[in-house]
């Protein structure tokens, strides 16, 4: 029997103007029932032209080469009639990004529906109704929740109502697309159990795309590593995880570190643990918040933080570790004077935060904010030096100002810094971006950095540099750092100490190897057990 | 070295490189083409009016030419009711039209330019007030405020541009409100304020540049309609009456009964001069638009 899908020297490429650009070179993939196999590779390597490709959901303007055979057809040779009744019945998409895949204006029931009235004509009410009751089930839904609509539901509960609607025509092979990419960790373990059950349980085949390599280690029993659109390496997880054939695997694999492993420890990806960093001693107090609470809206209102007392001491690097929606930004923009505490009290190097424009000036010379996504933190319409000189001729200081601009953008190593002066934001890469908002931030010579999920929006490989960048600053220039991420795997890589941050309330302070390693609030327990790691077997076989 | 020397010549440079692209997409819309080539040979020609003509030929106590002739070799488009070329007439009129037209858009986008961005950067009950201030100029019926305002103030090219912008700026305000809101969320005006970038910063530096492109289509929009805006008043005999202008010929040559009389010649330049001249603003101002709002470029572009 021919296996679910036979990828034969697959090539695709665009037209752009006139030219053909290749996405994706040769590739050959089989993949059969009960298999799962992890499509890795950065954004811009290929990986989702390759899968959109198994259903031919490809724009106009690609061209696709090569043998896919999908239940033995050529997709390429089939009608659209037949090509039409092969989405979703033979093989169907999760999409990325489940806040935006749904329509709003529907009842997730109806848009369960949707695929098995389009594909199988008329059938009664009743008999659908039972259906999608049945799918809810699968997907861990209450089924009283068929009418509700999406803006009603999690992120997590949306992305089950994707995975309903993709099992909805019983196809044999499921693409999933970036599954977990928006949720937490906790709700991403979750939604992996979810695909590797189903799997195994109707004995089907799963292509799942990540960037994140220990999110497909972890539910995956075959890997797949892409690379300037060709696959550089295959494999059983194992195997490519314990000894990654390709330098890009290497490279992958060591971007997402595994909590506890010392080799981990202050070594950011490519960098060798730094013996300075270990060593240093952290000074006093820098930056404290006292009794801090910030309440929005009037009376019974949202408590975002409560009651938070924390302290960025001199020369060390917290990271301020939580799920999305635990007050960390709120409680870091506090800190920066951008948000008022309904009570408590901001202190910075002993001294409360002044509330006049001036004094707040003065104090934003100190403490400096790097953005989580660095395309959108810098204004389009500005060069790179306008980018970084702003905070100088805010603060007025511009008889150096071209000496300081050169001497930030060199601190943030882009060197040598006058060949960036007169770029644009769009003609760097999402890396070189994050250095110039660090650049703009370092320009002011501040003493403390709050840095919001620095790396969430970058490419593995590059993660780990701005990562060994934030390090370096701390080891060479004493630059105390604040990290807010939600990822423990970032925390255990650069920061001292590590506080956990759970509806608004700090549970948990202390060293990291304490901290991660022996942990004493559930809540940090939970944090650590939804990780993917390594060290857990592959859920979809055995 | 291919960087500029000075952080002065990085931003010059910039703004030349953002022209030259600006003018390479404007240059695809060959409507926008024409408009400009169009406003360009007009307003030359109302600007170079006192030297290619002679002035005095407007004055009704020079004119010895008989009234309501038709077009003839020394009067191309003929005569008014006084006996004055028509074409010279047109001509000046233009003139007119062209000065309140800008002047009248100018005043109505800058103060809706200046409501619009305060009411959406200082948000709050700033807001609230200004955008109430806003709907009841609103609904306000234009052309009867404007009549108000005429009759009430002294007749003059002052009170008609007052007239046209005081009455025409809310649709600017709410426009540029809503795009000052989408500019205000971007993360660089979060990360203007954490360098420690005061109201002044955030609005001079980020929001203004982003919102500036926009108000200058709207503009070429507004121009088009406060010449129309300009004529009906003049028709209405609301005008400057010791000027000559597009909408006051069309009025005279009402008042006259050239229309009665079959006096084409009388009706139709002045109307066609109108016409033309909202038509390329209007043109101008689509291909601004497609320039600023890559959305609105089809596809290929």
Not at chain 1, 93 to 119: K, T
Not at chain 1, 382 to 411: C, F, N, P
Request: proline content about 5%; some cysteine; hydrophobic content about 45%.
């Amino acid at each position: 029997m021919s296996p679910i899908l036979r990828l034969r020297d697959t090539s695709v490429s665009y037209l752009r103007d006139g030219e053909l650009v290749p996405a994706v070179r040769g590739v050959n993939l089989s993949l059969d029932a009960g298999e799962t196999l992890g499509l890795a590779g950065e954004s811009g390597c290929g990986k989702t032209t390759l899968a959109m490709s198994v259903l031919h959901l490809l724009p106009r303007s690609a061209r696709l080469d090569g043998e896919v055979l999908l239940d033995g057809h050529d997709v390429r040779t089939l009608s659209w009639g037949e090509l039409r009744a092969a989405r979703w019945s033979s093989a169907s998409v999760v999409f990325q990004g489940a806040m935006h895949a749904l329509n709003p204006v529907r009842s997730i029931g109806a848009q369960i529906a949707e695929p098995m009235r389009l594909h199988e004509g008329k059938q009664s009410e009743s008999r659908l109704r039972e259906r999608i009751a049945e799918l809810l089930e699968q997907v861990e839904l209450p089924v009283r929740r068929v009418d509700a609509h999406p803006h009603e539901l999690s992120g997590g509960q949306r992305q089950r109502v994707m995975i309903a609607m993709a099992l909805a025509c019983g196809p044999r092979l499921l693409i999933a697309d970036e599954p977990t990419t928006a949720l937490d960790v906790v709700v991403q373990s979750q939604i992996l159990e979810l695909l590797g059950r189903l799997v195994s349980e109707r004995d089907i085949a799963l292509m799942m795309i990540s960037h994140d390599l220990s999110v497909l280690s972890s539910s995956c029993s075959e890997l797949a590593v892409m690379y300037q659109g060709e696959l550089v390496e295959q494999g059983p997880t194992d195997r490519v995880m314990a000894d990654p054939g390709h330098e890009h695997s290497r490279a992958l694999a060591a971007a997402f570190p595994t909590v506890g492993d010392s080799r981990f420890r202050f070594a950011p990806a490519g960098t060798r643990p730094s013996e300075e960093a270990s060593s240093a001693e952290p000074g006093s107090a820098l930056l404290a918040a006292r009794g801090v609470s910030v309440n929005f809206g009037s009376g019974d209102g949202i408590h975002a933080v409560r009651e938070v007392n924390l302290e960025v001491a001199d020369n060390e690097i917290l990271a301020l570790v939580g799920q999305s929606g635990s007050g960390k930004t709120t409680l870091a923009r506090t800190l920066l004077g951008l948000q008022r505490p309904s009570s408590g009290r901001v202190l910075f190097d002993g001294a409360e935060l002044a509330t006049s424009t001036r004094g707040l000036r003065r104090y934003r010379g100190q403490v400096q904010l790097v953005l989580q996504d660095p395309t959108g933190a810098l204004n389009p319409r500005h060069t790179v030096y306008e980018a970084v000189a702003e905070g100088l001729r805010i603060h007025g200081a511009t008889s150096d100002e071209r000496d300081r601009v050169t001497e930030a953008l060199e601190a943030a190593e882009l060197r040598p810094a006058e060949s960036f002066f007169a770029r644009f934001p769009h003609e760097l890469s999402g890396g070189q971006r994050q250095r110039v908002v660090i650049a703009g931030a370092l320009v002011l010579r501040p003493s403390v950095l709050v840095a919001d999920e620095p790396v969430a929006s970058l490419d593995a490989t590059v993660r780990g540099e701005i990562l060994a960048l934030l390090l370096r600053l701390r080891v060479e220039r004493g630059l105390s750092t604040l990290v807010i991420t939600h990822d423990l795997g970032l925390a255990w890589t650069i920061a001292d100490r590590v506080a956990v941050m759970y509806q608004g309330h700090i549970v948990e302070e202390g060293e990291v190897e304490q901290v991660l390693l022996n942990p004493a609030h559930d809540y940090t327990r939970t944090l650590l057990a939804a990780v993917p790691s390594l060290r857990e077997q592959p859920a979809t076989e055995r | 070295m291919s960087a500029p020397a000075t952080p002065r010549a990085i931003a010059w440079s910039r703004r030349g490189a953002t022209l030259a692209e600006s003018w390479r997409v404007y240059r695809r819309d060959r409507g926008g083409l024409v408009g400009l080539a169009l406003l360009v040979v007009i307003v030359a020609l109302a600007v170079l009016a006192p030297v290619l003509t002679d002035g005095s030929g407007l004055n009704v106590t020079r004119v010895d030419a008989a009234p309501l002739q038709p077009p003839s070799a020394s009067h191309w488009l003929g005569t008014d009711e006084s006996g004055r070329s028509v074409l010279l007439l047109t001509w000046w009129g233009a003139r007119m039209s062209l000065v309140i037209g800008l002047a009248a858009a100018a005043l109505s986008v800058v103060i809706g330019t200046v409501v619009g961005v305060l009411a959406a950067h200082f948000g709050g009950w700033t807001s609230t007030l200004l955008m109430r201030f806003t709907d009841f100029f609103l609904v306000l019926p234009a052309l009867v405020l404007a009549i108000a305002l005429s009759t009430v103030l002294t007749r003059g090219l002052g009170t008609i541009v007052l007239a046209i912008g005081v009455t025409s700026w809310p649709q600017t305000a709410r426009l540029v409100r809503a795009q000052t809101l989408t500019v205000e969320t971007r993360p660089y005006i979060e990360r203007a304020k954490a360098l420690g970038g005061g109201h002044r910063h955030v609005i001079g530096k980020h929001v203004l540049p982003a919102v500036l492109p926009l108000v200058f289509a709207t503009t070429t929009l507004t121009v088009a309609s406060a010449i129309i805006a300009e004529s009906t008043l003049s028709f209405l005999g609301l005008g400057d009456p010791s000027r000559v202008s597009w909408g006051a010929m069309l009025k005279s040559a009402m008042d006259t009964g050239a229309v009665t009389a079959g006096a084409w010649w009388y009706l139709l330049p002045p109307g066609l001069g109108i016409a033309i001249v909202v038509l390329s603003f209007t043109l101008c101002g689509r291909a601004l638009e497609t320039v600023f709002n890559p959305r609105l470029r089809g596809v290929g572009a």
